[in-house]
């Protein structure tokens, strides 16, 4: 099943999962395609883009974004494609950033959805490098982070949509930058593409031994998107003053409860004091305004032209297999930022 | 054995203590007067403050001071008068503010030192509301915690030198404050005689259940000194942008390992990046510069003068009672800020 010329395929939420999403917790439908009235327009989808912070949509615990409803579509960004419009300022053909979801149609009345122009270079960078995860990447380490020419930066997921980005802008910036991967593939592609100074692998026995050994002079600024026991092998090598901006914690986001003791609350909250540590959480949307966007918006076209910043995608093929690519990424076996081509 | 003019007494650190210090934690010595030489001055210790952090500079784990060797004379500021001067500035029945530590007498060559005038009004104050304690409430609260009017501050050790301030400042900022102590004595002391909005008794079984009661509208700012339970109540409460002064973990000082599970290392990240809460550790002298002192000193004196803050003292008599009345600090058992008549 195919997108059509007349008919909406649309994957909703079909019940809330325990741990990792399964077979059950999606649902592909077959609607009619909606109709645009007066004053709305068709979109098309192109590109569904997928993260982490979906797995938290799906569940019902107190969060910072209302949870998908059951039977409600999975919410996410697109690119789509306009196909009728009777909104001023958006013209059939003219390729779109918007939060239709994980579905082939939607109609919009253009309130929340930035035209990305008729034809677009790389339309699906609206949803990585140029997008939430380009900006996150870059507001959390430089306007949290704050880090200084000579400092250590160390980033986990570092081969993806985030992580590739916080840690080529710590190298334009001066810092000694350590990645932390899954896989000798990833960690290869950051050091030798990426030009980080070093990548751990988050699976070898003698992890936070080999994260020390790369980190001689400590670590200065964490960008914490993982948690779990990356954060935990970060903990003792933290530097005085220490920055710590958290975007995410995807070891975590599939848990049923909480993991067997000890408690290291006294671990996490020690270290802070001892070592006067800022840890500071942020929802890129919410956290900063459109001054920070815009300066984001103009340094990194530059570096993208330039070829200062490089940027890797993952194009799946098929709504119908949004759900099993969702599952690889939350379990880390996506590499460069996922998105669906519909 | 009290004070004498011919001989010191000390105390020193016999052996690091696993948990609570016990009697073989410190030993009391006596040994001759040190000799002041060309440029020094002998000091006669007259108070000793006693602070949650001289748990801390028992352990030889690694932290943000150095430990005290094993039978050195333990760390700690006096307040002492000069019995003998070669130092500039410095004349025979000055009091002064010093690091001499736990003992009678000490030699120093005015380094450090803080000249407190002949005849201060209070002065054991140089150790609690205006000395390291009230700076510690100042500045964490107002340049992490960053206050707005009406706000709801929590703050722990409600009825203790740094958290009867915190919590009077708030109010001054036009807070809504709830306090956190032990026992009923001191929770209606903190509330008829400092004034906060609420205190809530930490012993109590439904203290979570009574917190959240106390705070209808949620925490903005959680000033942390004491980590443990009141921490985890805490937390479920937060506000989107909270922030979280730490400046200790006295309930957590005395652990002799980690606690049992589970852990809550998701509760807390997960926390922080939910509601995008700012954690900040402090080490008062470390972190803030001289400019800052100013501001408070002189903002300090202002309110005191004033009656707007309150201050309340337990004084202990004899150096030798000292040990005991560290543990009482420790278990929670003083009551004001706690300073050792020697």
Redesign the interface.
Known sequence: MTQSDTSNRRIVLAERPQGLPDDNTLRLEQTDIPTAGAGEMLLRTVYLSLDPYMRGRMSDA???AEPVKLGEVMTGQVVAQVVTSDVKGFAEGDYVLSGSGWQDYAVSNGDQVLNLGADPANPSWALGIMGMPGYTAYAGLLKIGEPKAGETVVVAAASGPVGATVGQIAKLKGCRVVGIAGGAEKCAHVVDNLGFDACIDHKADDFAAQLKDACPDGIDVYF?NV?GKV??GVL?LLN?FARMP????VA?YN?P???????????????????????????IF??FGPETYKEFAAEMTGWLADGKVKYKEQVVDGLENAPAALNDLLEGRSFGKMVVKV
């Open positions: 107190k969060s910072y914490e948690g954060l935990y003792p005085p958290v975007c995410g914690m975590w848990l409860g909480l993991p067997d003791g000890p408690d290291m609350g006294p671990v996490i909250m020690g270290t802070i004091l001892r070592m006067k540590v800022k840890v500071q959480g942020f929802i919410d956290s």
